[in-house]
């Protein structure tokens, strides 16, 4: 089956525009988050969608950031008037999304490389 | 505050000799451990997991052993081969019912020497 996909691969633009990235999740995963991998640094969370629940933006770093996840698959990731510190790395991850004991696998994606010039 | 820390930022070990991959953390909630394996241009991928009622688990050639009272968690490799060269990230979560909000260690980059 197909994995998690992000579009685009690539992503170069310049400071003060708007940039838009793609998750497509496993098919079936109630469950999608957002990471950001900046150079030399781990991957931080930015968002976490679970199925029809309001999402935890607690990770979103400024009001500039803004994600939605439309008929609980697609999500798509929003930076507006980017800067160059948004460059980085930014990866999206799915699981099946059950709740109960114990954690659950993420599936990442091979993520949107995106530089603010 | 880096609640996940992995301290050394890389590693080289020659190929079939053990390597030891190592990870703290500081936050006494966490129950459950990961690594992901990250090779250049792609995504993370899950390797092994830990449960916090588990002190060891293995899978081939990757055990995780996970000390509760130090907070700290290793990851062995043995024996190791050119193609565990990649990236490698702990992360820990605490689960509260429903979400799973994983904390990552910045990573170390493991090179396995032919």
């Known amino acids: 089956g197909a994995g998690v996909s992000q579009s685009p691969s690539n992503k170069v633009t310049e400071k003060g525009k708007d940039v838009e990235l793609r998750c497509d999740p496993i098919?079936?995963?109630?469950?999608l988050y957002w990471y950001r991998q900046s150079l030399g640094q781990g991957l931080e969370f930015l968002i976490y969608?679970?199925?029809?629940?309001?999402?935890?933006k607690s990770g979103l770093p400024s009001d500039r950031f803004s994600a939605e996840r439309t008929g609980g698959s697609v999500s798509t990731l929003t930076i507006q008037r980017t800067q160059q510190e948004d460059s980085a790395v930014y990866l999206c991850?799915?699981?099946?999304?059950?709740?109960?004991?114990?954690?659950?696998?993420?599936?990442f994606g091979p993520g949107t490389r995106l530089l603010v010039l | 505050d880096q609640q996940v820390k992995q301290n050394s930022p890389s590693l080289s070990v020659q190929e079939g000799r053990i390597s030891i991959l190592n990870c703290d953390y500081t936050?006494?909630?966490?129950?459950?451990f990961l690594w992901y394996k990250k090779y250049p241009a792609e995504g993370p991928t899950f390797l092994i997991s830990?449960?916090?009622?588990?002190d060891k688990n293995e899978d081939g050639r990757f055990t995780v052993f996970l000390n509760k009272s130090a907070k700290h968690l290793s990851l062995h490799i043995v024996p190791s081969q050119p193609g565990d060269s990649a990236v490698y990230f702990c992360?820990?979560?605490?689960?509260?019912?429903?979400?799973?909000?994983?904390?990552f260690g910045t990573g170390t980059r493991l090179k396995v020497l032919a």
């Open positions: 098919s079936g995963h109630t469950a």
């Open positions: 991850a799915s699981s099946r999304g059950t709740s109960g004991t114990g954690g659950e696998t993420q599936y």
């Open positions: 969608f679970q199925g029809n629940s309001a999402p935890d």
């Open positions: 936050n006494s909630m966490f129950d459950y």
């Open positions: 830990i449960s916090s009622i588990k």
């Open positions: 992360a820990a979560s605490a689960s509260p019912s429903g979400t799973y909000k994983y904390i």
